[in-house]
């Protein structure tokens, strides 16, 4: 299999949120030819004034590209852009790469790589961890499963968008094991938030308590800049609630599938879930406020930043 290098391929993008976007323009800075397509055409005319080209539709896109790659909301949305009647696997010819970086189920992810074998379309599933700062600065780590060849052949695509890049297994090895590092990006988070609340009612400072907490060890990157954020009370999203209540729910799945009891996470679920219902449209470490609110010590603290 040739290396999927910029002077050697065209790439098809579809899905062009957060995540997305900021992918698809480091791919557009490192010389590749990319036309892309979103359900929301502002959102796929802004990459034009990097040299990508809007498609009309999923079917002309999946044409023309010897590599798709997609960034999509949910298991659902998956399903649709590759199966349906005007989807990917429609109009791709035999031989289209796809590179799939949605945050799905593993059997999604192994359905999508079975149903692109009968066409001649090799599927790898490259679940994406990282900030929306990760991906414009190309430092992201990337979560492989499927071909070994086609993982080896990628590495110029993945060069361009990350620091690191590990092939997990066969197909659906990649979303299992985002699944796991999201199961302790939002356990951790919630645990912080208990702490927090815990370190406030018991008299200490919020302002000093955030800033001595951000200097110990036991916080984890992922988590740092959410304390800075939070001691603003800034929880615009970032990584949205609904995203993170929707990556619980694949991992209370898989684990119900396993039989895996998994009680701390079935409680952070439960908390997110809870603040989700009074804002969808904040950040996951909204649960620090949501505790912060259970504890009664929200009043002088919940009001949003405003500019």
């Given at each position: 299999m040739k290396r999927l290098a910029a002077d050697q391929i065209k790439l098809g993008f579809i899905g062009l949120g957060n995540m997305g976007s900021r992918v698809a323009r480091r791919l557009l800075d490192h010389g590749y030819q990319l036309s892309a397509y979103d359900?929301?055409?502002?959102?796929?005319?802004?990459?034009?004034?990097?040299?990508?080209?809007?498609?009309?539709?999923?079917?002309?896109?999946?044409?023309?590209?010897?590599?798709?790659?997609?960034?999509?909301?949910?298991?659902?949305?998956?399903?649709?852009?590759?199966?349906?009647?005007?989807?990917?696997?429609?109009?791709?010819?035999?031989?289209?790469?796809?590179?799939?970086?949605?945050?799905?189920?593993?059997?999604?992810?192994?359905?999508?790589h079975r149903l692109g074998a009968r066409g001649g379309i090799d599927v790898l599933d490259v679940a994406v961890s990282g900030s929306t700062t990760a991906a414009e600065q190309g430092t992201l780590t990337l979560l492989a499963g499927g071909n070994p060849e086609l993982f080896r052949a990628a590495k110029p695509i993945f060069q361009a968008i990350a620091k690191q890049y590990f092939l997990l297994g066969g197909s659906g090895s990649g979303t299992a094991m985002k699944l796991v590092v999201n199961t302790l990006l939002g356990v951790g988070m919630q645990a912080i938030a208990e702490a927090v609340a815990l370190g406030?009612?018991?008299?200490?400072?919020?302002?000093?308590?955030?800033?001595?907490?951000?200097?110990?060890?036991?916080?984890?990157?992922?988590?740092?800049?959410?304390?800075?954020?939070?001691?603003?009370?800034?929880?615009s999203p970032q990584f949205p609630l609904r995203l993170m209540n929707k990556d619980f729910q694949l991992i209370l799945q898989a684990a119900a599938e396993e039989r895996i009891?998994?009680?701390?996470?079935?409680?952070?679920?439960?908390?997110?879930?809870?603040?989700?219902?009074?804002?969808?449209?904040?950040?996951?470490?909204?649960?620090?406020?949501?505790?912060?609110?259970?504890?009664?010590?929200?009043?002088?603290?919940?009001?949003?930043?405003?500019?």
């Open positions: 359900m929301d055409p502002v959102k796929a005319e802004a990459i034009t004034t990097q040299g990508g080209v809007v498609a009309k539709n999923i079917l002309e896109l999946a044409g023309t590209a010897d590599v798709l790659l997609s960034s999509l909301t949910n298991d659902e949305a998956v399903r649709s852009v590759y199966t349906g009647p005007e989807g990917v696997f429609a109009g791709a010819r035999p031989g289209t790469v796809v590179l799939e970086m949605s945050t799905i189920s593993p059997e999604s992810s192994r359905e999508l406030e009612k018991t008299g200490l400072d919020r302002e000093r308590l955030l800033e001595v907490l951000s200097k110990t060890a036991v916080i984890a990157p992922a988590h740092l800049g959410k304390l800075a954020r939070a001691a603003v009370n800034d929880y009891p998994m009680p701390v996470t079935e409680a952070a679920f439960r908390v997110n879930s809870d603040e989700l219902a009074q804002n969808d449209e904040e950040d996951f470490s909204a649960v620090l406020r949501r505790m912060e609110e259970v504890a009664g010590i929200a009043s002088f603290h919940s009001a949003p930043v405003t500019s």
